[in-house]
């Protein structure tokens, strides 16, 4: 398990390429951080001496007079202070040393009115950014990994673990066959209800192409959909070296999977090669792509969960993010006199965006600052963000403080939603193969959000000619 602490958005991978500098002005303070944490066990170890004071004092007085008042025996440990009940209800308050001492659900206890925010790592990308995700303290969202590969599931750091179509894989994984993935998922149908009950929000990261990611992702956003979730999907497009088999198996789960959620989100790695140096290893390169699924999730979540100098509330999230479609993910940071418009500019031309932000009618803006964060700058970012997308968008933002910030640092992070048009999405055709057989009906769901009402502006994407009436 992580180590507790919420992560920054400066810090993992892709914080370093965008930073041109490191600093390590954070690291003196730590020591200073943890001084008062000495003082505690002198104030400890005077306390035993006042309860033996007081403890020939208490029992008599009460005892006797309930004796004389109703001539009846009372226990000796009746009136006894309970001193050793705080101790017994404080052990389970503490963080789980291990995944198995978690309780599934207990997010939303710790913070009274706050939504159930999921996250669901699909297959070996998805574990993986699971991992990367707690490995870097994303706090206020429950992880759940989810593979057919048994052995991946024993090195997950998720809260839950979940290996699915055991009677098809016997935990050997799918190889690479996104069918045996989905049929795996269909499997254990029952079994990811039960865990995602009682969800607000869900998450469902994967790696697209491969097996269990490609073929079970859908169905794991059909359940939370169909248990009323926001389901909001952030997967990546595999490598160019990776192969075009890859790439094409990649292409029908993204179809596949965006008919399942509100909101997909689709990072392609290929993008990343014009952002990273030429010396950079294999590894390295899927930690960021790990390491930007992070910052998608928690550029989210955190303007749900967090206070803010703007507050943002989960009905606010969802106005943005329900029935969207396709959407985008920019992330930019600034330093100097205009950061914070070199964050937005940043954000809104990211190499990692398959098209710009034009024509987006709703978009979630995250503005992350230090202390010495401006009102003027919070606008300055806006409206430049405001300026690319569609003149009547809807823009809901929030603007948060992080002291674990650089004070020269600002961070942007925009998700675009409400295209008239889907260039990213692939062809019908690709799509037949990733239905649900008829044989199936408990995962069919009424398609609502296709119905003209919905969307307005699907019929805009075909031009009539003046002479063929409209009906």
């Known amino acids: 398990m992580g180590s507790g602490k919420r992560a920054s958005m400066r810090e993992g991978p892709l914080a370093n390429l965008f930073r041109k500098t490191e600093t390590e002005g954070l690291e003196p303070q730590r020591p200073i951080a943890e001084e008062p944490r000495v003082s505690e066990p002198h104030q400890e170890e005077q306390q035993p001496q006042v309860p033996e004071r ?10 006797e007079r309930l004796r004389h008042a109703f001539s009846t025996d009372v226990p000796g440990d009746m009136m006894a202070p309970p001193a050793e009940e705080p101790a017994a209800t404080a052990a389970p308050v503490e963080p ?14 710790e913070r009274v009115g706050t939504p159930q925010l999921r996250v669901v790592g699909v297959g070996g990308g998805g574990v993986n950014a699971v991992n990367r995700m707690i490995e870097a303290g994303v706090s206020g969202v429950e992880f759940l990994a989810l593979n057919t590969d048994a052995q991946s599931l024993q090195s997950s750091s998720a809260h839950l673990t979940l290996q699915i179509g055991a009677d098809i894989t016997r935990g050997l994984g799918s190889g690479s066959d996104p069918e045996r993935g989905r049929a795996s998922a269909m499997e254990d149908y029952d ?36 248990l009323g979730a926001l389901t909001v999907g ?65 550029g989210i979540s955190d303007l749900i969960t967090l206070p803010g100098l703007i507050n943002l509330d989960f009905a606010d999230v969802r106005t943005i993010m329900s029935d969207a479609g396709n959407a985008l993910l920019g992330i930019g940071m600034g330093t100097g006199d205009k950061r914070a418009l070199e ?11 398959e098209t710009t932000l034009e024509g ?11 202390r010495d964060l401006s009102l003027w700058e919070v606008n300055e970012a806006a409206r430049a963000v ?24 600002v961070w942007v992070t925009v998700v675009a939603t409400g295209y008239e048009t889907a260039a990213t999405r692939p062809s019908e055709g690709s799509r037949a193969s990733f239905r649900e057989p008829a044989g199936e009906p408990r995962v069919t769901r009424t398609r609502e959000r296709e119905t003209a009402s919905a969307r307005p502006s699907r019929p805009t994407d075909v031009d009539v000619p003046e002479f063929i009436p409209r009906f």
């Open 96 to 109: 789980p040393s291990s995944a198995s001492d978690y309780t599934w659900g207990s997010a939303r206890d």
């Open 360 to 370: 987006a009618k709703a978009i979630l803006l995250s503005i992350t600052g230090g």
């Open 191 to 226: 079994r990811i209800k039960s865990l995602l009950k009682g969800s607000d929000m869900v998450f469902i990261t994967a790696g697209e192409g491969g097996g269990t990611g490609t073929g079970a992702a859908p169905v794991v956003a059909r359940v939370a959909r169909e």
């Open 343 to 353: 964050a937005a500019t940043q954000a809104t031309t990211s190499p990692l965006l």
């Open 54 to 63: 007081a403890t020939p004092v208490q029992p008599p007085t009460p005892q």
């Open 386 to 409: 405001q300026e690319t997308a569609h003149p009547d968008a809807n823009i809901i933002f929030g603007a948060m403080v992080d002291d674990k910030l650089d004070e020269d640092e």
């Open 234 to 298: 952030i997967v990546t497009k595999p490598f160019g070296f990776e192969g075009s088999r890859r790439l094409q198996a990649a292409e029908s789960g993204i179809t596949a999977l965006a008919e399942e959620v509100d909101t997909l989100i689709v990072v392609p790695n290929n993008k990343l090669l014009s952002v990273l140096d030429k010396q950079t290893s294999m590894v390295e390169a899927f930690r960021v792509a790990d390491d930007v699924l992070r910052q998608g999730v928690q």
